[in-house]
């Protein structure tokens, strides 16, 4: 396994133990491998023709088409955007879209559930995990660094454990999940009384009580449930 990702791991991981408010560091590097593939694609990789063929296929989903147009780019999103609906016009043709089967209904569906810029991130999200189980398994330092993390997301934490089962054999695999956990529950458990807290600060009979670490709660639940990410 070719491991590529290695040193950002390591810097992802460091910066969240420094300072705990930047959340789950798997979180974070899918951050950067969004920023790397918008970069590329705006960039060098704009009029390379075997990616211009991906895209013209792909297309990018709301939210990726959206960061591309703030980035303020527009010659090079115009560019793609050229040959993208030259090309899908033609695939499209003239049948009406009512027509049961017709060609036209299918591209469109397909190009509604597609995104090039989700799909990248996608393939390299699986394989920066893969490198994350093996620098866990082959480097102690690594471990204490991972057992001190703030929190995971349970989207990555899904992730982690579903590749270490298949990566690292039994004893490994369990250990790896113990300690997984083990950040994980805590601040499941601490969220959840810091939600409940939140909520009773609305109530008159709470409302000169402190606030706590309640008051940023519902922003940490929802990126705590779904991650704090753009990639459907």
């Not at 955007?81 to 209904?105: F, K, M, N, Q, T």
């Amino acid at each position: 396994m070719e491991q590529i990702y290695t040193i950002p791991i390591n810097e992802h991981f460091d910066a969240s133990l420094k300072d705990p408010k930047q959340g789950c560091p798997v979180c974070s590097l899918c951050r950067m491998l969004e920023e790397n593939e918008i970069d590329l694609i705006l960039g060098a990789s704009m009029m390379e023709p075997d990616v211009r063929i991906k895209t013209n296929k792909e297309g990018f989903c709301p939210v990726h088409s959206g960061i591309m147009f703030n980035r303020k780019n527009r010659l090079g999103m115009a560019l793609t955007l050229e040959s993208h609906l030259d090309e899908l016009r033609s695939e499209v043709g003239d049948l009406p879209l009512l027509v049961p089967g017709s060609r036209a209904r299918h591209r469109i569906e397909e190009l509604e559930g597609s995104c090039y810029v989700c799909r990248r991130i996608a393939s390299n999200y699986t394989h920066m995990i893969e490198n994350l189980i093996y620098i866990w398994e082959n480097d102690p330092d690594f471990r204490v660094k991972f057992s001190s993390q703030p929190y995971f997301c349970l989207p990555h934490w899904r992730s982690m454990l579903e590749a270490a089962k298949v990566r690292l054999n039994r004893k490994m695999n369990g250990e790896f999940a113990r300690a997984a956990s083990e950040v994980v529950l805590p601040y499941f458990d601490s969220l959840r009384e810091d939600i409940s807290w939140f909520c009773k600060k609305f109530d008159y009979r709470y409302s000169e009580e402190p606030w706590g670490n309640s008051k940023d709660s519902v922003e940490r639940a929802l990126k705590f449930l779904r991650g704090d990410v753009n990639v459907r």
